[in-house]
């Protein structure tokens, strides 16, 4: 039972690894069940090491019951506040639940060991199997043979009255017997497929003279078209032996195969780092002075609860960091300013920092992100050379950005000697970037004027229906931005809801038939079939807001109905095939979802889809929805912008004795970005639409009557105007002559066949 991942089998060569795993269902937020264990492992190996991983702090589980009686039911009830979804992949990670089989295929061959693919193997046991199928197919045409020609011997000898001949009656061995039948045979060779040997003569003799005179010609003329016939079927196995083969395997399937069917389930795992799932089971303290941090200093400073798994990020004064594992006690260097639980390749945290190079004194400001580095290393933040020194240093989760007031200290040639800075302004590079030149003269003190919001975009989702997780990797149907609060919507084929997170380590169900980010105003369509009225209804609806992991039900509650289809798409048709009357004439009707029922509350059951008798409904261009944005925006150019900044360093050091202002030349020179509004779509009911005489011009494109019609703003990037649209816009464009005469003149078109608009957008009479 249980799941199993062979995208590294290796086609079962040495070095291979197949993944097997439990299969875990979450049976609330406090409950998993285990409902199969993995191949080679028992429930209570699995139970055992479940306790194990508890007992070590892996896990954190309040209690484990074994009800397997006929299928397998482990019952993990969670400690309070405990993410299922994390202990799920804790269990993977640290217990039986996950374990990896390395196959090493290995044959005899010639008396020697051979390690080949398990294909290679296949490919010659196909081969030996198909020429074994050959021979016995070539023996049964040989015995097939056999039979026709002595029946015919026997049919030849008894028709033609042989065995009354009287030399054959007189001759007195059997030498002389077969002398006297050669010569009677002679006429009759030609019609049999071999030669006539002694032995075939032997048999005829030894026939019981009771067993010739009874010899009934019709029967043995009917038992040798038979065999003929299956004569014929033998040779057409040889002349298509692959098939044969095929048809034999087949046949072996279908006779033993019952009851022996695959129960695992083949599936591609993502792979879980334990480091991500490991419970915090200890608690990080640090000595900043003297330079410790570890677990066992419980009298200095405290900094985060972690796992024993864990590495730690650590920052000091001389703008070095260093990442080392977690341990009892570990000396990292004097001067610690921050430490924190490290997560290699986090690119949402980022740090600001502002330090003093040593060997010129300039301060520079810098933004960074500390990606994959190597334990126990240690990385210069500065320009490296000797005395640089931090001044300023924080550290932010989502990449914040907070405004900082500077202070200088009195110099002659400044004038202002405070001034503010905004990091905002000042991009995230590499670890080993020097930044940007805050100020030459010395810094008294750095104060926080201002705490900043993030200056990251939102974290892009994906859904990977094949793993059934999410991913920032790019796999997948992409789900959007998320930030905040935001949900995820996702609707289940049994006619639930439920909103989540868009944490990477949330576990799907496998019966998702609709996921997409919640939006509290996108109206969607539904078809189910309510078994106590017995008939399809229709319903549109807005997904209420719900507590993160609540299964609330959008179809009927009655035991058996069902959900046919749901949908989010705008321009939705419905295929209906119907039954009219008491004549039951069948017709189809294709009827737009929208013009079916309003907008209602998520609990109506909806209207009846048809007052005839139903027969089947369907969603036409059905396509799958995980994922799909319901309304695109207009792209205007896939380029995403980006921010250009310039750093002032080593250039603007020539120009040091030119400024009296130090505040005002400032720390960062950036170049402002230019961004262009996305332009949404807005849709806009077709009843809402006025009617338009269409009299002064060509024939134009027609807009479907059941397409969604959108409106949309002008987009200012040097459109193509289109002359003859002009005349029934109601403003004119603003132009550079001079004002327009007092005098105004109106006149009508009687006739609009008379004007004429040339290609140049010129008019013209008749």
């Known amino acids: 039972g249980g799941m199993a991942d062979f995208s590294n089998y290796n086609e079962g060569m ?17 409950t998993l069940v285990i409902t199969e264990v993995p191949y080679s492992t028992t429930t209570g190996s699995v139970i055992d090491s479940i306790l194990a991983a508890n007992d070590k702090g892996k896990i954190k589980i309040k209690k484990i019951e ?3 009686a006929a299928n397998v039911e482990i019952v993990i009830q969670l400690a309070p506040g405990i993410s299922p979804d994390v202990t799920i992949d804790a269990l993977y990670a640290f217990t039986a639940c996950e374990v990896s089989i390395s196959p090493n295929t290995c044959i005899i061959k010639d008396d020697k060991p051979h390690f080949l693919t398990v294909n290679d193997i296949l490919e010659q046991n196909t081969k030996h199997t198909k020429f074994l199928l050959k021979r016995e197919l070539e023996i049964r045409l040989h015995e097939l043979q056999e039979r026709i020609f002595f029946s015919s011997l026997l049919k030849i000898f008894i028709q033609e009255g042989m065995y009354k001949n009287p030399e054959y009656e007189n001759a007195a061995d059997f030498e002389s017997v077969v002398t006297v039948l050669n010569l009677l045979f002679d006429p009759f060779k030609p019609s049999l497929y071999r030669e006539i040997l002694p032995e075939d003569f032997k048999k005829l003799i030894d026939k019981p003279m009771s067993s010739i005179t009874r010899f009934d010609v019709k029967k043995a ?5 038979a065999l003929e016939d299956e004569i014929k079927v033998v040779k057409g196995h040889l002349r298509h032996l692959t098939d044969y083969a095929i048809a034999w395997y087949q046949k072996l399937k279908d006779k033993y195969g019952k ?8 599936r591609l795992f993502d792979r879980v780092e334990a480091s ?11 000595n900043k002075v003297d330079g410790f941090i570890g677990t066992g200093l419980r009298k200095d400073e ?17 703008g070095k960091c260093i990442v080392t594992k977690v341990a009892d006690k570990t000396f990292v260097g004097k001067g610690i300013i921050h430490a924190q639980v490290f997560k290699k390749g986090d690119e949402r945290t980022v740090y600001n920092m502002i330090y003093r190079d040593g060997a010129s004194g300039t301060n520079y400001i810098k933004r960074f992100a500390v990606l994959g580095v190597t334990r126990d290393k240690e990385y210069d933040l500065t320009k490296g050379s000797k005395g640089s020194r931090t001044l300023y240093f924080t550290a932010n989760p989502n990449g914040e950005a907070e405004i900082i007031t500077v202070q200088l200290k009195p110099h002659s040639k400044l004038k202002k000697l405070q001034f503010d800075l905004d990091f905002a302004e000042t991009a995230i590079k590499g670890r080993a970037s020097q930044g940007n030149i805050v100020s030459k003269y010395p810094i008294k003190k750095v104060l926080l004027k201002s705490k900043g919001v993030s200056t990251l975009s939102g974290l892009k989702i994906w859904y990977d229906e094949l793993l059934k997780r999410l991913n920032v990797d790019g796999r997948g149907k992409y789900l959007g931005e ?16 439920e909103l989540t997170g868009f944490e990477l380590s949330n576990h799907f169900d496998p019966g998702i038939v609709l996921m997409q980010k919640y939006d509290p105003e996108h109206v969607y369509g539904l078809v189910h079939f309510d078994t106590k009225a017995k008939n399809y209804f229709v319903k549109r609806f807005v997904f209420e807001m719900q507590p993160a992991g609540k299964e609330v039900t959008i179809i009927s509650e009655e035991p058996g109905s069902k959900m046919i289809f749901i949908t989010g798409k705008a321009d939705a048709q ?20 929208a013009g079916l029922i309003d907008v209602k509350g998520l609990k109506a059951n909806g209207n009846r889809i048809s007052q005839h008798d139903v027969k089947q409904v369907i969603l036409v261009d059905a396509t799958p929805e995980i994922g799909i944005e319901m309304v695109e925006p207009i792209v205007v150019d896939d380029v995403e912008p980006h921010v250009v900044e310039v750093d002032v360093e080593e250039n603007d050091s020539t120009n040091d004795g030119g400024s009296d202002d130090e505040g005002s030349s400032n720390a960062t020179e950036t170049v402002e970005e230019m961004t262009v509004e996305e332009v949404v779509p807005e849709m806009v009911e077709e009843g809402e639409l006025p009617e338009i005489k269409v009299a002064e011009e060509k024939p134009i494109e027609v807009v479907p009557k059941k397409k969604p019609v959108f409106k949309t703003e002008p987009i200012q990037v040097e459109p193509k105007l289109e002359p003859k649209k002009e005349e029934t816009k109601k403003v004119e464009p603003t132009k550079p002559e001079e004002p327009k005469p007092a005098k105004k003149i109106d006149f009508e078109i009687t006739n609009p066949d008379d004007i004429k608009i040339d290609d140049k957008g010129q008019l013209g009479f008749f």
Not at 276 to 284: C, D, G, I, T
Not at 576 to 593: F, Q, Y
């Open 14 to 30: 040495r070095g291979g690894r197949i993944r097997v795993r439990a299969k875990i269902t979450e049976k609330d937020k406090k």
């Open 66 to 68: 074994d009800n397997t």
């Open 276 to 286: 991500k799932v490991a419970l915090a089971n200890v608690k990080l303290y640090v």
């Open 221 to 225: 003329d009917e038992q040798m078209k």
């Open 574 to 593: 419905v295929q209906i095939d119907v039954e009219k009357g008491k004549s039951k004439t069948p017709e189809t009707l294709i009827v737009d979802l």
């Open 302 to 318: 405290f900094v985060a609860d972690c796992s024993d798994i864990d590495e730690i990020i650590v920052f000091r004064e001389d």
């Open 482 to 497: 998320f930030d905040g609060d935001d949900k995820i919507l996702q609707v289940n084929a049994a006619g639930w809801y």
């Open 259 to 266: 009851g022996r069917e695959r129960k695992t389930e083949i």
